[in-house]
Structures are given as structure tokens and as C-alpha cells.
């Protein structure tokens, strides 16, 4: 199985002088109980990125790879990695791919990318999904609205992944999906070293199990970072609209006397 992810987090360099962009692609082979993750990234910007490094969670582990010092534009680099899946049910999982990577000013960067592989017998999940875009300054809320349409309820348990900018107050929640039935949740998130202007993925995966197999449905949600204007600023024809009001005002208060003593006169 493979999926090609062009991240969503398009990096400007702090000199100004590039751009950073990360291409992400993910090939799974599962042979017995051994799965076989090979990721491949791609440097689609014209600048170089420092001090990359691939790291994958999979079913109840993380994985990191070496770190390259430099990835040239145009260049790829590839991670191989392997997991006993033994102990684990047969169905679908999660599969989440983080790539930190660092500018010329060596500020550090994340991508993230979210897919999904199955062992034994795949299946497809009840549980439909849809997020809202949201735009962020230093907090902010993702909502997931999920929609069960099968005949059964299914506990479910929702886990979200954060490129390394965010944080999350839970990163897991459990719920109750009765059949046929909606619900919102909630993740409240904070932007600790995002950039303005940037845009960022956010994957959540959605799992439960039914009749001993595994059922995994993920979503997808955009961020992009918009520092807030201030009050000054978001009030600013407030403020124009008072000056000129004030100008008018004592416009008139300099011109009455001199009207006054023309008319005396």
C-alpha cells in the first residue's frame, strides 16, 4: 500500500530568501506479522532543509529514524522501519508518518502525515467524518463532527496528532456512538511556535472494535496560523471616524469667533 502526502506546512525561511516544502510518501508490506514501512521525502522547495529526521507511530510504539544533515531541493531521503504486529487483533490501524526539519537559521519545522494499513482482514469502518478549517492565533478549538452509520453503537476512541508547533489539552478522547446516531467533539489546541501565515494538517483517527477485529477511521483538519490584529487595530475605523468627528468639532470652535466678530463688524 502507498500514499503520497504533499504536507500542507509550506515553511518560509526566516531569511526570506526560500521556501521549505516537504513531500511525504508512505509504502506499508505486511508479511506474516512483520510490517515493513518504507517513507520517502522529498525536498519540493528551493531552499535546503537541515537536520531531517523520519519518525512513524504505529500500533503502540514510535519509531525514529537517523538524521540527515541536509536535504538539497529536489532531493529525496528514505527511512525503512519494521514492526511485530503479534498481539493485535486482525483489521485496520493507524499510521502516522512526523518529518523535523530545520531552515538555514536553524529554526526547527514539523510535517505530519496521516494513513491508515491492514493486517490479516480489512474492513471498512461505520464511522463517517467531517472537520471544520480552522484559523489560529495562540488558541483555538478543532471540531470533528461524527456521523455512525451502521446498525450498532461502538465505543469509540478518537486520538489526535499535532505537527510539533501545537499542543493539545487531550490528545485521546473516548466516546459512545449509538447507531444511526451524530455527535461533535472537541479538541482544544494552542500554537506555541507555529508561523503566521503558515497552513498545518491535523490527522485524527477514529477506533473501535467490533466481533474481535480492529475498525479505524481517520479524518483530516487544516490550520492556518493568523496573528490577531490587536484592539487598536480590529477598532481602527472606530478611532479614524472619532479623530475626524473631533477635527469637525473644534474646526468649528476656531471659525465661530472669527464668523462672530465678521458679522459685528
Known amino acids: 500500500m502507498s500514499f503520497l502526502v504533499l504536507c500542507a506546512m509550506i515553511c518560509p525561511d ?24 518504507t517513507i520517502t521525502i522529498t525536498n519540493k522547495g528551493n531552499e535546503p532543509a537541515r537536520n531531517t529526521q523520519i519518525s512513524i507511530t504505529v500500533p503502540g510504539k514510535t519509531m525514529e529514524g537517523q538524521i540527515t544533515s541536509q536535504l538539497d531541493p529536489g532531493k529525496s531521503d528514505v527511512g525503512v522501519f519494521t514492526h511485530n504486529l503479534s498481539g493485535i487483533s486482525w483489521g485496520r490501524y ?6 523535523i526539519f530545520y531552515d538555514a537559521n536553524l529554526y526547527p519545522f514539523s510535517a505530519i502525515s496521516g494513513s491508515t494499513f ?40 478518537a486520538s489526535l496528532f499535532l505537527p510539533k508547533e501545537f499542543s493539545v489539552a ?12 451524530e455527535k461533535k467533539l472537541i479538541f482544544d489546541i494552542a500554537n506555541f511556535s507555529a508561523r503566521n501565515d503558515a497552513t498545518y494538517p491535523a490527522f485524527a483517527f477514529y477506533e473501535y472494535q467490533q466481533n474481535n477485529v480492529h475498525f479505524t477511521a481517520m479524518a483530516s483538519a487544516m490550520m492556518t496560523v493568523k496573528t490577531s490584529e490587536g ?8 478611532w479614524m471616524s472619532t479623530i475626524g468627528i ?5 474646526g468649528i470652535l476656531y471659525l465661530k469667533p472669527i464668523f462672530r466678530s465678521v458679522n459685528h463688524s
Open 246 to 250: 473631533l477635527l469637525v468639532i473644534l
Open 14 to 37: 526566516q531569511s526570506l530568501a526560500g521556501v521549505l516544502t516537504i513531500q511525504t510518501r508512505t509504502d506499508t508490506v505486511v508479511k506474516g506479522q512483520m510490517l515493513d514501512v
Open 94 to 99: 493507524p499510521l502516522v508518518v512526523t518529518v
Open 231 to 238: 484592539w487598536f487595530r480590529h477598532f481602527k475605523w472606530v
Open 118 to 157: 491492514y493486517w490479516g482482514k480489512d474492513v471498512n469502518s461505520d464511522i463517517a467524518i467531517t472537520s471544520i478549517p480552522l484559523s489560529i492565533d495562540r488558541d483555538g478549538t478543532l471540531v470533528f463532527d461524527l456521523k455512525n452509520l451502521g446498525a450498532d453503537a461502538h465505543d469509540i476512541t
Open 170 to 181: 487531550t490528545s485521546s478522547i473516548a466516546c459512545h456512538l449509538n447507531a444511526r446516531a
